[in-house]
């Protein structure tokens, strides 16, 4: 019985042993204090950034994302206002952050990707197409409206198109302070230095002459 016992007593300290390292590898690490403010001005670089001493509340504050941004000015008629730790310092270590994203009507938010988060949209105003295609080339899509949510996994392609006559918005949740974007058609065609010409021309299996009049449509006005 003896022998038995032991058995099944190493049996579970080796389980517990494996449950630690898969999750001290997997998690966040925990904050080791109540607050660390960025100090967006410092000049040394870590993994997120240094804590400053002199707090006050406007540190947590940011009203950027109260009324809709201005959609006109740019490519595809859709604008994202970030609140994220560099328009709130104070969320530096908290992982997390949000983004307003506003659409003008037969508009996109083009295909992207968000390296460091997933994200989930809650829509205030409008009906939008939205969806992400997985590593199995799997497109998850749905239509959403007013005071629905819909959830892009981190990581994937995802998009959100605005099919209406009129405006729509949303407000973004993410599990990052900064959860990084990375939007394909200006990551493609907007590099700089440029992506060589000839990898763009085998990527999509077309002439320079398409290549060219793309890239002209990225070049700064």
């Known amino acids: 019985m003896a022998a038995a016992a032991s058995v099944v007593w190493r049996y579970l300290g080796v ?11 997997t998690a966040d690490p925990d904050m080791l204090q109540d607050i660390c403010v960025a100090d967006l001005t410092s000049a040394v670089k870590v993994n997120g950034y240094v804590c400053k001493s002199n707090v006050t509340a406007d540190d947590f504050f940011f009203a950027g994302i109260a009324n809709p941004g201005a959609t006109n000015n740019t490519i595809f008629g859709s604008l994202v206002t970030g609140a994220n730790v560099q328009r709130i310092p104070g969320l530096n270590t908290l992982g997390v952050s949000l983004s307003r994203i506003d659409y003008a009507p037969n508009s996109l ?3 992207h990707t968000h390296p460091r988060a997933t994200e989930v949209v809650f829509v205030l105003y409008g009906e939008l197409d939205v969806g992400f295609i997985t590593t199995a080339n799997v497109l998850i899509s ?7 949510v819909f959830a892009f996994p981190k990581g994937l392609l995802h998009f959100q198109k605005n099919n209406g006559m009129v405006p729509a918005a949303v407000i973004s949740a993410f599990n990052s302070q900064l959860p990084g974007t990375q939007t394909i058609p200006t990551t493609l065609f907007a590099a700089a230095p440029p992506v060589p010409d000839n990898v763009l021309q085998k990527a999509f299996q077309v002439d320079a002459k398409v290549i060219d009049d793309i890239k002209s449509k990225f070049a700064p006005k």
């Open 109 to 111: 938010n083009p295909p």
């Open 15 to 25: 389980m517990i042993a494996l449950q630690l390292v898969m999750l001290s590898s």
């Open 142 to 148: 749905k239509s959403i409206k007013k005071g629905e």
